[in-house]
């Protein structure tokens, strides 16, 4: 391999393996960098990896059970190819890029040539995903683990739905991997070594991270620096743009209704308008408050939130 071992992680418990994964940049720490992670945003890798919080990984039912099945998905992988998958139990770092680290389900050796294996498991939801592809998060990871270790291929074993199971190779691709490699090193060069405080950005686990965050409001005013004159500005512009936007979305979905009138289905080449009558059931809440004080206050329920607003 063209990479050093940091650490032997078969007998580390869960807190050392996230403490020593600071040190460096992992492979599931690829796709909050590159802003399509749903779970974590770069803010918060950003955190953790300057010790500002304690490591955190997803610990969802689903990751749980998958690295409860990940032996499962191996030793099926193994019956149905015949290739034999040995586990390493280390965390390797890149010895031309230290800032990378990698801490693969197994490795290969196939006609002499190094290669990864991973394992995952998913939900019955990403089945027609799994049938298409890999995933692209995935991608992005094993072509790290690829850049570390100096791999040439990377097998990726998913167990979906508890009843599906795919196998997909997936080949070096140094381009890609010079990519990752421009990106990670800015992330660690800027952010983490340089303190600097990442912009936040649209994504929606920064978005989720924010408003449970700050999700109590103190009733105080603050006084904000200069450059949010800058932001409330670009705020504006892009919400003109998209009232302009809607304002002509709505246009041609009205110009294609006074063509369909009546009609359920519009077909056009190979293009589809639906426009179906729908029906659904609601309760009046104000006629029940109304008539029915005591059942109303009996059942309501109280929630808060943070209305954002910029005048």
Not at 7 to 33: A, C, F, N, Q
Not at 116 to 121: L, P, Q
Not at 133 to 156: C, D, F, N, R, S
Not at 258 to 284: N, P, Q, Y
Request: contains cysteine.
């Amino acid at each position: 391999m063209g990479a050093k071992v940091v650490v032997k992680t078969k007998d580390l418990s869960r807190e050392e393996w996230l403490k020593y994964r600071t040190g460096g940049i992992g492979g599931s720490d690829v796709s909050i960098i590159a802003g399509i992670n749903p779970f974590k945003s770069v803010y918060q890798l950003w955190l953790e990896k300057t010790g500002q919080t304690e490591p955190e990984e997803q610990q969802s039912e689903y990751a749980h059970f998958g690295t409860l099945l990940e032996p499962i998905v191996r030793k099926e992988f193994m019956e149905r190819t015949g290739i034999k998958v040995r586990q390493k139990h280390m965390l390797l770092q890149s010895e031309e890029f230290p800032f990378m680290y990698a801490d693969v389900d197994g490795v290969i050796h196939e006609n002499g040539a190094l290669c990864i294996f991973e394992a995952k498991t998913a939900s019955a939801y990403k089945q027609d995903t799994w049938e298409e592809e890999v995933p692209a998060p995935y991608i992005l990871q094993v072509q790290h683990y690829m850049a570390v270790t100096g791999a040439k291929k990377t097998y990726i074993a998913a167990l979906v739905g508890g009843n599906h199971f795919y196998y997909y190779e997936v080949l070096r691709d140094d381009e890609m991997i010079a990519k990752i490699v421009a990106m990670e090193k800015y992330f660690w060069e800027t952010y983490v070594l340089g303190g600097v405080e990442p912009v936040p950005d649209g994504s929606e686990a920064t978005t989720r991270y924010f408003n449970e965050k700050f999700r109590k409001a103190n009733g105080e005013t603050v006084e904000l620096p200069e450059e949010a004159l800058d932001i409330c500005r670009e705020y504006d512009r892009i919400s003109g743009e998209m009232k302009k936007l809607e304002t002509e979305k709505n246009a041609t979905v009205n110009q294609l209704k006074s063509l369909m009138k009546e009609a359920e289905i519009g077909t056009v080449g190979e293009r589809k308008i639906s426009w179906k009558e729908v029906s659904k059931s609601s309760l009046d809440s104000k006629k029940l408050k109304i008539e029915q004080p005591e059942i109303y206050n009996r059942y309501l329920a109280q929630s808060s939130y943070r209305r954002f607003s910029v005048a």
